[in-house]
């Protein structure tokens, strides 16, 4: 089993920033990708940013320019910095991780329990 674990939501002014953290532990052999979803109310969950084992990034076109997404191999942590957030970054942000447990195992999808971001005067 993996755990995700996120942290850096909270409250921001428009044109402010944030940096969101996700910490994978458990049973882990390799982690081939890491990503950001984000749900905003009465929406589908959508893509914000995506990085895989290769360090090759995937950006939805409303954040590209403004959020950053990097990983830390060595601590099996995943980063969002988000500059110049407006009101419709507003969003419960997920960090999702593609993971496999052993050398021969298959990959499987794990999720964190969200944090909110609020960007708002």
């Known amino acids: 089993q993996v755990q995700l674990v996120e942290s850096g939501g909270g409250l921001v002014q428009p044109g402010g920033s944030l940096r969101l953290s996700c910490a994978a532990s458990?049973?882990?052999?390799?982690?081939?990708?890491m990503g950001w979803y984000r749900q905003a109310p009465g929406k589908q969950r959508e893509l914000a940013a995506h990085?895989?084992?290769?360090?090759?990034?995937n950006y939805a076109d409303s954040v590209k320019g403004r959020f950053t997404i990097s990983r830390d191999n060595a601590k099996n942590t995943v980063y969002l910095q988000m500059n110049s957030l407006k009101p419709e970054d507003t969003a419960v942000y997920y960090c999702?991780?593609?993971?496999?447990?052993?050398?021969?195992?298959?990959?499987?999808?794990?999720w964190g329990q969200g944090t909110q971001v609020t960007v708002s005067s």
């Open positions: 999702h991780a593609l993971v496999s447990a052993t050398v021969t195992g298959r990959p499987y999808d794990y």
């Open positions: 458990g049973n882990i052999f390799m982690i081939y990708a």
């Open positions: 990085i895989n084992s290769a360090v090759r990034t």
